[in-house]
């Protein structure tokens, strides 16, 4: 008879190694996604969108996708109408028009909303048959 000898501690490592490497695979996909549906004016948001992988215990891993430019939250959740005031002088300086004019406040709209990280995740998800949710 035939005896077969299972080492469960490394057939964990592998079964994490393959886990890992899929998961990395998959979120490098959901950056060139995510670069190919930014909005671009000067290509700043788009060059910063990058993958990071947290391992805990070495054991389950999460990939946190997004950029660390100030306004990517900005561009892909929009903004409410919201008022711009001076910080370091006593009034706003802008063109418009092509005219010169000083304001003490100005009343923005808001932006809409370019979901680009979420589109780029849930189009990825989905071609590769995986539920998720989005954290906030």
Partial sequence: MARIRLDQAALNRTMRNA???RGDAD???VVN???VLAPVDTGRLRAS???ERRSFF???SRWT???DVEYAPMVNDGTRPHLIRPKNA???RFKMGGRVVYAKVVKHPGTRARPFLDRALREVARARGYDFK???
Avoid: N, W
């Fill in 65 to 67: 996708i997004g950029s």
């Fill in 58 to 60: 070495g054991l389950r």
């Fill in 134 to 136: 989005l954290e906030r």
């Fill in 27 to 29: 979120a490098r996909a």
């Fill in 90 to 92: 006593k009034a706003l």
């Fill in 49 to 51: 969108i990058r993958v």
């Fill in 19 to 21: 886990s890992r490497t």
């Fill in 33 to 35: 996604r995510a670069k």
